[in-house]
């Protein structure tokens, strides 16, 4: 007998993360979500919410994405409590107040937009199924315009382009605006632009090199959405930015269209 699926959600107290818990567990009553919270109350009080609304399939975990022993803790729970991963959701994200680019703040961002993802996906790996999903949630602003010099656009976009090359190149970010250099090498100066960006390659990446694990990987952007990070001016509400992530998570993939793909509003758009 096949157990209930199990599906990830990283950030999932608040904002995007907690409508794309309370959605997929609206949509997959026989799935378990376990939404995950840096700040375990937040996460603990999420949680209820959604149980007093009757979505009871909704479990907390604490999870802060940079903290390896903290990553760990949510691969024992699960192997204690699931027999594996189904969906994993990289939904926590992090953007600096203020307009000066500064190493604390490409550092801070880098880690969780990108080095956090690549931590959590690396670590449930072993524990996910065949046909097991990966759902990146990126920005529009990961786009890969003409702020990027075409050095910079061509290394991203690169189909070869490996895991170590990649961490490379966002090394080389954090070096130059350690120095202060970073339009003359080509970089955007938005630390949450360029973590984006690097997490879009990651799910290139992936979705080439796990192919023969069965595991599609794929991006999305959920538009400019009102949450403490979007601002109140934004358009969106956050349910509507949780659509296209739940659509990942649980549409056919005959209906996604593959793997390594970039998704608004559940259509194709460029890197």
């Not at 603990?44 to 994405?65: I, K, P, Q, T, W």
């Not at 938005?190 to 979705?207: D, F, Q």
Request: hydrophobic share 45%; net charge neutral; with cysteine.
């Amino acid at each position: 007998m096949k157990s209930p699926p199990v599906i990830v959600v990283t950030g999932g107290n608040r904002g995007i993360g907690r409508e794309i818990c309370r959605s997929l567990a609206q949509q997959a009553v026989d799935a378990h979500i376990i939404l995950c919270a840096r700040d375990p109350v937040k996460g603990e009080a999420a949680a209820a919410v959604m149980h007093d609304d009757g979505l009871v399939n909704v479990s907390a975990h604490h999870l802060d994405v940079t903290d390896p022993n903290s990553v760990m803790s949510l691969v024992h729970a699960i192997k204690s409590a699931h027999q594996g991963v189904d969906v994993l959701i990289n939904n926590a994200g992090h953007a600096a107040r203020g307009k000066e680019l500064t190493e604390k703040i490409a550092r801070t961002t880098l880690a969780v937009n990108f080095y956090g993802a690549r931590q959590v996906s690396h670590a449930l790996k072993p524990l996910m199924h065949d046909c097991a999903r990966v759902v990146n949630v990126s920005s529009g602003m990961g786009e890969l315009d003409s702020s990027y010099s075409d050095v910079r656009r061509e290394a991203l976009l690169h189909p070869d382009l490996t895991l170590k090359e990649l961490e490379e190149i966002a090394a080389d970010f954090i070096d130059d605006v350690i120095v202060k250099r970073v339009s003359r090498r080509g970089w955007p100066a938005n630390a949450y632009r360029v973590s984006k960006a690097t997490l879009n390659a990651l799910t290139r990446i992936w979705a080439r090199d796990w192919a023969d694990d069965g595991i599609s990987v794929n991006a999305v952007c959920p538009g400019w959405v009102r949450t403490d990070m979007g601002g109140i001016s934004a358009p969106r509400t956050a349910a509507k930015g949780a659509e296209t992530p739940a659509w990942l998570a649980l549409a056919p993939l005959t209906e996604i269209g593959g793997s390594g793909l970039f998704f608004r509003d559940k259509e194709k758009i460029d890197w």
